[in-house]
Nanobody, 134 residues
Framework: EVMLAESGGEMVQAGGSLRLSCQAS????????IGWFRQAPGKEREGVSC????????YYTNSVKGRFTISSDSTKQTVYLTMNNLNAEDTAVYYC???????????????????????????WGKGTLVTVSS
């Protein structure tokens, strides 16, 4: 059984930093694109970032570029999202997601397709809440 367990969400002041973790189990880590979505109250789900072994570089949505960094540790089967210079617009439930990597399909394409509802991710975590106070 594939499981994705997020941790690290908490309340932080604007301008602060957090690191989210997503520990994966039940899958062959290097064969998957893994990353993050978020959903703020009253808003649509947004694909934030993803990484896979076949991508030359990670994917980031425009609103987090330069502030968020995704990384992975295959020995721990864990993906991290380091978030700096947080602002109120980053307040959301952050979900880890995983999808088998497909040749010539950047994970960002899969993340965007999921965001607009044209694709269904294979696996989801239960989410971790990030609250940024201004």
């Amino acid at each position: 059984e594939v499981m994705l367990a997020e941790s690290g969400g908490e309340m932080v002041q604007a301008g602060g930093s957090l690191r989210l973790s997503c520990q994966a189990s039940g899958l062959t880590f290097d064969d998957y694109a893994i990353g993050w979505f978020r959903q703020a109250p009253g808003k649509e789900r947004e694909g934030v970032s993803c990484v896979s072994r076949i991508d030359t570089s990670p994917y980031y949505t425009n609103s987090v570029k330069g502030r968020f960094t995704i990384s992975s540790d295959s020995t721990k089967q864990t993906v991290y999202l380091t978030m700096n210079n947080l602002n109120a617009e980053d307040t959301a439930v952050y979900y880890c997601a995983a999808e088998p990597s497909y040749r010539d399909v950047p994970c960002g394409r899969t993340w965007h397709a999921t965001e607009i509802g044209s694709y269904t991710m294979s696996y989801w975590g239960k989410g971790t809440l990030v609250t940024v106070s201004s």
